[in-house]
């Protein structure tokens, strides 16, 4: 496991990469599916890292508390050295209800991750809609804990959401996420 910080060159106000990806539904999701929300997080996350799992419980939370923000997870782990990461373990962990968000993705080519420039899980990235476009409002930390066997006092994305849900601007600054590296398939 290497540690990492989130660096993304996407600003507040830049408009989200698009994207084609299969979820774990079968189904295949774009930016255009989740029109018909008012706020957007997609989270780079995984299904191996202890970083990652443990915003498992947060990230589900957050997708049944709020109808008008749509929760997005997008594993770019393809490697086959991390197994534990393939689509088909994505597919148990929704189907056994470890994760219940909005949808599950998988960026098999790594390419959407590339373009966020993602870099470690879980990496996420709020977006709320602007002129029928995805702009960044926030990409940061979900809450205040960052190694996964702390308590979270703070959470930073419930007043993200609240913020883009209420046409305001996000107060907290964009802090570093934490995680484990993305599993890049060319290093």
């Known amino acids: ?34 029109d018909d929300y008012e706020a957007l997080l997609v989270v780079f996350t995984c299904n191996h890292c202890p970083y990652a799992k443990a915003k498992f419980d947060l990230l589900n939370e957050v997708a049944a508390e709020y109808d008008d923000a749509a929760v997005v997870g997008i594993n770019p782990n393809a490697n086959e050295e991390y197994p ?15 994760i219940d968000y909005d949808a599950y993705l998988y960026d098999e080519t790594q390419s959407v991750a590339a373009e966020y420039g993602a870099v ?31 308590e979270a006092s703070e959470y930073y994305i419930r007043d993200a959401i609240d913020a883009v849900l209420a046409g305001e601007p996000v107060e907290h600054p964009d802090r570093p996420s934490q995680g484990c590296s993305i599993k890049w398939t060319d290093e």
């Open 120 to 150: 470690c899980t879980p990496d996420p990235f709020l977006f709320e809609q602007s002129d029928g476009e995805w702009t960044l409002a926030y990409h940061g930390r979900l809450d205040d804990a960052l190694s996964p066997d702390e």
């Open 1 to 34: 496991m290497v540690l990492k910080e989130s660096e993304s060159e996407l600003d507040r106000g830049d408009v989200a990469p698009d994207f084609d990806l299969r979820g774990t539904d079968g189904e295949q999701y774009s930016l255009a599916s989740f």
């Open 84 to 98: 534990e990461d393939n689509y088909d373990r994505m597919v148990e962990l929704v189907e056994d209800g470890t």
